[in-house]
């Protein structure tokens, strides 16, 4: 699926293979899914942007349900794929695992600049049919697995530290996950600098030196805080809504917006529809609800760091560690930005406008920490990038690895980022 049609030649031309066109349809409908969401974008969608009637791309697709699968399936294969390549052309486990993550995000620039098909991030198995989710959960599994063997791998032969393989993996996978996102909005002179910050990021991670973390792990981290609810009739209200919030938050991030079905939220929390809706006027109302509920949490950590005399580094280790928490716990989960194209342009703005405001906090403790000798010099934008993606995949622990700590699996979730993969160098 990689080589492209000449750029002077429809896919859908006289005499080109099946195989090729249904390539076309499904490249063309990962864009739009991408971008619209799955459950968000038709057929009809698909056909237009191909140039095809509706009724000729059921020649290649049976059902939309048909098309969300077959396009998954091709993003889980290329991995499958490109996990294959680096694992036969690199002997050493860390080498193969660079190469390989480096290659998805080689993948989604070669789409955007026109030169690869573009593959659906598989955001909404959960709003897909049994058949097809345990089909697709089973490829996930599988590929992680492999990944984790590596990491098992490389820590036995001395060639990666010691980690926990589980977690350390499941925060570099979770870090791509929105890069198809901010990869399209970067500048491309900046989006071309990301692979090689990949490499240098998470083989030695962004500490300058061993004594750097050892000053991290002694700063401590500043407590979250709760606010104290009379049980007044406004507090209740504020606690119902902010149950609905919960509850339309897990199935947003699960199956998006248009796979998500108000009946289910109102079941999950055994309410009838008329109690949802003496709090929402509808669901989009819901979810820009569940935006605004994640930036309040997020500006919250926020600002209660600002608040602290400590050294930037702290502060980013600490954010960190406070949002993971809140993400596996009674106040989360937190909502996945790649359901925001659901909203109107004007409400879209305003959220990411907040959003971009958490960012450049974090982006100034990264530029800080650099200044002050406690960070190695690697761009500060990208980090940010990669440290978010990383924290939106932070939920839901208890499905990777059972633990008994949360804060422990903080650490261990960020070590990746501060540390990196090789073990760190005898001090001098």
């Given at each position: 699926?990689?080589?492209?049609?000449?750029?002077?030649?429809?896919?859908?031309?006289?005499?080109?293979?099946?195989?090729?066109?249904?390539?076309?349809?499904?490249?063309?409908?990962?864009?739009?899914?991408?971008?619209?969401?799955?459950?968000?974008t038709?057929?009809?969608?698909?056909?237009?942007?191909?140039?095809?009637?509706?009724?000729?791309?059921?020649?290649?697709?049976?059902?939309?349900?048909?098309?969300?699968?077959?396009?998954?399936?091709?993003?889980?294969?290329?991995?499958?794929?490109?996990?294959?390549?680096?694992?036969?052309?690199?002997?050493?486990?860390?080498?193969?695992?660079?190469?390989?993550?480096?290659?998805?995000?080689?993948?989604?620039?070669?789409?955007?600049?026109?030169?690869?098909?573009?593959?659906?991030?598989?955001?909404?198995?959960?709003?897909?049919?049994?058949?097809?989710?345990?089909?697709?959960?089973?490829?996930?599994?599988?590929?992680?697995?492999?990944?984790?063997?590596?990491l098992?791998?490389?820590?036995?032969?001395?060639?990666?530290?010691?980690?926990?393989p589980?977690?350390?993996?499941?925060?570099?996978?979770?870090?791509?996950?929105?890069?198809?996102?901010?990869?399209?909005?970067?500048?491309?002179?900046?989006?071309?600098?990301?692979?090689?910050?990949?490499?240098?990021?998470?083989?030695?991670?962004?500490?300058?030196?061993?004594?750097?973390?050892?000053?991290?792990?002694?700063?401590?981290?500043?407590?979250?805080?709760?606010?104290?609810?009379?049980?007044?009739?406004?507090?209740?209200?504020?606690?119902?809504?902010?149950?609905?919030?919960?509850?339309?938050?897990?199935?947003?991030?699960?199956?998006?917006?248009?796979?998500?079905?108000?009946?289910?939220?109102?079941?999950?929390?055994?309410?009838?529809?008329?109690?949802?809706?003496?709090?929402?006027?509808?669901?989009?109302?819901?979810?820009?609800?569940?935006?605004?509920?994640?930036?309040?949490?997020?500006?919250?950590?926020?600002?209660?760091?600002?608040?602290?005399?400590?050294?930037?580094?702290?502060k980013?280790?600490?954010?960190?560690?406070?949002?993971?928490?809140?993400?596996?716990?009674?106040?989360?989960?937190?909502?996945?930005?790649?359901?925001?194209?659901?909203?109107?342009?004007?409400?879209?703005?305003?959220?990411?406008?907040r959003?971009a405001?958490?960012?450049?906090?974090?982006?100034?403790?990264?530029?800080?920490?650099?200044?002050?000798?406690?960070?190695?010099?690697?761009?500060?934008?990208?980090?940010?990038q990669?440290?978010?993606?990383?924290?939106?995949?932070?939920?839901?622990?208890?499905?990777?690895?059972?633990?008994?700590?949360?804060?422990?699996?903080?650490?261990?979730?960020?070590?990746?980022?501060?540390c990196?993969?090789?073990?760190?160098?005898?001090?001098?």
């Open positions: 699926m990689d080589t492209p049609a000449p750029a002077h030649r429809s896919p859908f031309s006289r005499g080109l293979q099946r195989e090729t066109k249904r390539a076309a349809v499904l490249s063309c409908a990962a864009k739009l899914f991408n971008t619209k969401g799955a459950r968000s038709t057929l009809a969608d698909v056909a237009s942007r191909l140039g095809l009637t509706k009724t000729s791309l059921y020649y290649y697709v049976a059902t939309k349900e048909d098309l969300i699968y077959q396009c998954y399936d091709a993003n889980m294969r290329q991995a499958s794929a490109q996990l294959d390549r680096a694992e036969a052309e690199h002997n050493a486990p860390i080498e193969s695992l660079v190469v390989f993550l480096e290659s998805q995000i080689a993948t989604t620039l070669r789409s955007l600049d026109g030169e690869g098909d573009f593959y659906a991030a598989p955001l909404e198995i959960a709003s897909l049919k049994d058949e097809h989710r345990l089909a697709l959960e089973e490829q996930y599994r599988e590929l992680l697995r492999r990944l984790i063997d590596l098992n791998r490389g820590i036995e032969a001395g060639q990666i530290r010691q980690c926990n589980v977690i350390t993996m499941r925060a570099m996978v979770g870090a791509l996950d929105w890069s198809f996102y901010w990869l399209y909005e970067m500048p491309r002179e900046e989006a071309r600098d990301v692979i090689g910050v990949l490499r240098d990021l998470f083989t030695h991670g962004l500490l300058s030196s061993p004594e750097q973390h050892m000053a991290l792990d002694a700063a401590g981290a500043v407590a979250l805080t709760t606010d104290d609810e009379a049980f007044d009739r406004e507090a209740l209200n504020r606690l119902k809504q902010q149950a609905f919030l919960k509850a339309g938050t897990r199935c947003f991030n699960q199956k998006g917006f248009s796979g998500t079905s108000l009946d289910e939220i109102a079941e999950q929390l055994q309410v009838s529809k008329g109690a949802f809706y003496y709090h929402f006027a509808n669901k989009e109302a819901l979810l820009t609800q569940c935006y605004d509920y994640t930036l309040d949490q997020l500006e919250r950590v926020v600002g209660g760091i600002e608040q602290v005399d400590a050294a930037p580094a702290a980013l280790h600490t954010a960190c560690r406070q949002i993971f928490a809140l993400q596996n716990s009674d106040q989360g989960p937190l909502v996945h930005f790649n359901s925001i194209t659901a909203l109107p342009p004007a409400v879209r703005q305003r959220l990411l406008a959003l405001a958490v960012h450049a906090t974090l982006e100034t403790y990264v530029k800080q920490a650099i200044a002050d000798g406690q960070f190695r010099d690697i761009p500060a934008a990208i980090v940010v990669l440290l978010t993606g990383a924290l939106n995949a932070a939920m839901d622990l208890d499905t990777w690895q059972q633990t008994a700590s949360v804060e422990q699996s903080g650490g261990d979730y960020f070590s990746v980022f501060f990196g993969l090789a073990p760190p160098r005898p001090s001098s």
